[in-house]
Structures are given as structure tokens and as C-alpha cells.
């Protein structure tokens, strides 16, 4: 009886515990996310753009951040309002927590010539609705560009 209420309580144990994703999956996921986010921008998609903001998105944007998906939006509607793309960004680096919950991002920004005029830095989070960006922060260009 002893040996069966053990094996029971293990395989439930078992059922119940969650598989680590692969992370190298996540991150190529994540990556695809924000090549997807930066298609926003040379497509001029401002609706596709508010799609991947989580509502508790924080975009760091002059002296007060930017806080919640509505802000965000209204803020950056300005750089889809023209025809021509005011700047681009693509991931460099992306790397994932092992939970698969939670990852960064972060590359170079050019403007509309190509020369690199800053850099971003963006954490994104697995909601149930897919990748949501939390996070935004611009910074200089990264080393080499």
C-alpha cells in the first residue's frame, strides 16, 4: 500500500511539473518578436506597434517614462504619422531567462541614412497573448556601429 500512495504522489508529482523551455527557442523567438515590432515602423503600422505592448508597458522617453500601453501609443504615434520611417532598429543581442518568462533584447537604431544614431534595450514578457514588450530604454550606439 506504502510503496503504491508513493507512487502515486510521484507521478503526480511528475504531471505537475513544467518542462524548461529551450531557451535557445525562446530567444529565437524573441528575436523574431522584435524583428516583427521593427517591421512596425518601416511599414508605417502604428496599430500593429500598440499590438505588442503589454498594458503595463514602461518606455523610458525623456525626463518621465512613458507608463502603461495607451501612453506608449499616444507618445509614439507622432513617428508614424509621415510617410518616411524616422528610424529602424533591429535585435543584436537577445538572451533569455531559463524559465522562458522573461527576455532582453537590445541592438542599434539608425536613422533614415543607415548610420547608427543610438541604441535600444527591451525586455519583453511571455503573456498569453504571446511576447509583450514591457520595457524600453534608448542608449548611444553600441561599440562597432
Known sequence: MRLTLTLAVAALLAACATPRPDRAEVERQVAETERAFARTMADRDHAAFTSFLS???????????????????????????????????????????????LAL??????????????????????EASGWRIVFDKGGPCPPGH
Request: glycine share 10%; with cysteine; proline share 9%.
Open 55 to 101: 498594458d503595463e508597458a514602461v518606455f523610458f522617453s525623456g525626463e518621465t517614462p512613458l507608463r502603461g500601453k495607451q501612453a506608449v501609443a499616444e507618445a509614439w504615434k507622432r513617428f508614424y504619422d509621415r510617410p518616411a520611417a524616422p528610424f529602424s532598429w533591429r535585435p543584436q543581442t537577445v538572451q533569455a531567462l531559463d524559465s522562458g518568462t
Open 105 to 126: 533584447s537590445t541592438g542599434p537604431v539608425f536613422g533614415p541614412d543607415g548610420k547608427c544614431i543610438g541604441s535600444f534595450l527591451s525586455i519583453w514578457r511571455r
